[in-house]
């Protein structure tokens, strides 16, 4: 089976670009989600916050987001907490609170028909056979192989495709986020920074009845270093008991702009397999379909340099992320940090009889 292009990964990335490429491409889609298996299918663990920019890319695609996606409750502001200096300020926010797993699952049901999804399938390898891919699959115990002349890897943080094909290492966490009941009188958002437990960062969220709580933490020790952070939020007044369920994931936070992977001979990487996620805020929806939207407009130019043309559309992307990097080290370094949050610049006063 001899396809155009073949799309490693179904997330906001993948389904995004396999949504916009015309019928003129044969292409194919492999992921380990299931389309039909609500039950048994693999879930993106995810706060599932979704940002302006993010919804500024939806409204510019013409798509409007439908109710059952969205949960509750709304929230427009998020509770800032310096562990250390216990220090703890508001900021309003745009978020929309939703299911991320529903999300994922209506962008990869706007994917045309004629494109062949190779659902709960696994790519065990990837490798150039003359001027084609030989791309070998694992779908319901069975092997099979596909070539294709093009590959796009939408393969995450942990992407093999840029394993395979790209010598950039990139900077990684350990996402760890429970579930508990939620106890809270009053739901909230909250961003917590804590150096002892990680250089990046923790939150929580509430969610139809649920209080999520994760962080991105180094990968040493990681299990020991949540539990610590979840004692010192007793301590804080949150209200976490057993939790009902445990995710965990790899996320990527470029430390430098020599850590981003575009393109290379017929390989191209979209979303957070080629290093576009927030170092700041570890977003990376508004990211993965940016760039999904950049490589179709290449791709529907039939460029001869279409590795080149991309990398050119995708400059916007990785400035944006740059100055990222730079509002990363006023973020992450905490002297100034909690210079910035005593300062109260851009936070909002809260009515202290609701906390």
Not at 16 to 39: C, G, N, W, Y
Not at 110 to 117: A, F, M, N, R
Not at 212 to 219: D, F, M, Q, T, Y
Not at 258 to 283: H, R, T, Y
């Amino acid at each position: 089976m001899v396809f155009d292009i073949v799309i490693i990964g179904m997330g906001p990335a993948g389904a995004t670009f396999a949504r916009l490429l015309p019928q003129s491409f044969k292409t194919a889609v492999i992921d380990r989600k299931s389309l039909h298996d609500e039950e048994g299918t693999f879930r993106k663990p995810c706060g599932g916050l979704l940002s302006p920019d993010a919804q500024k890319i939806l409204a510019k695609f013409n798509l409007t987001l439908p109710k059952e996606i969205l949960v509750t409750p709304q929230i427009f502001a998020v509770k800032t907490i310096d562990i250390k200096s216990k220090i703890t300020t508001y900021y309003q926010r745009f978020y929309l609170n939703m299911d991320r797993h529903k999300f994922d699952m209506w962008l990869a049901s706007l994917i045309d028909k004629e494109v062949k999804i190779f659902e709960k399938t696994v790519c065990k390898n990837i490798i150039r056979d003359k001027d084609l891919f030989k791309i070998t699959i694992i779908s319901g115990g069975k092997e099979e192989i596909i070539y294709s002349k093009y590959i796009v890897g939408a393969d995450g943080s942990n992407s093999m495709t840029r394993k395979l094909f790209f010598k950039k290492k990139i900077r990684q966490y350990v996402a760890i986020q429970q579930w508990f009941k939620e106890k809270h009188p009053v739901p909230f958002y909250s961003s917590i920074f804590d150096e002892t437990i990680t250089d990046c960062y923790a939150w929580s969220d509430s969610k139809d009845g649920y209080f999520i709580l994760g962080a991105a933490l180094s990968a040493k020790n990681c299990r020991k270093k949540f539990e610590q952070l979840k004692e010192k939020l007793k301590d804080l007044g949150y209200k976490l008991s057993e939790p009902v369920l445990t995710e965990c994931c790899l996320v990527s936070r470029p430390a430098s702009p020599f850590q981003f992977a575009v393109a290379d001979k017929g390989v191209f990487l979209i979303g957070e397999a080629a290093g576009f996620i927030s170092p700041s805020s570890l977003e990376g929806i508004s990211y993965a379909m940016n760039s999904a939207f950049q490589l179709y407009k290449v791709f529907t130019a039939n460029t001869k340099h279409p590795e080149k043309a991309y990398r050119r559309r995708t400059l916007k992307i990785r400035f944006t992320l740059i100055l990222k990097l730079i509002k990363s080290i006023f973020m992450y370094c905490p002297p100034l940090r909690r210079i910035i949050i005593k300062s109260g610049i851009f936070s909002i006063e809260m009515n202290k009889n609701r906390d």
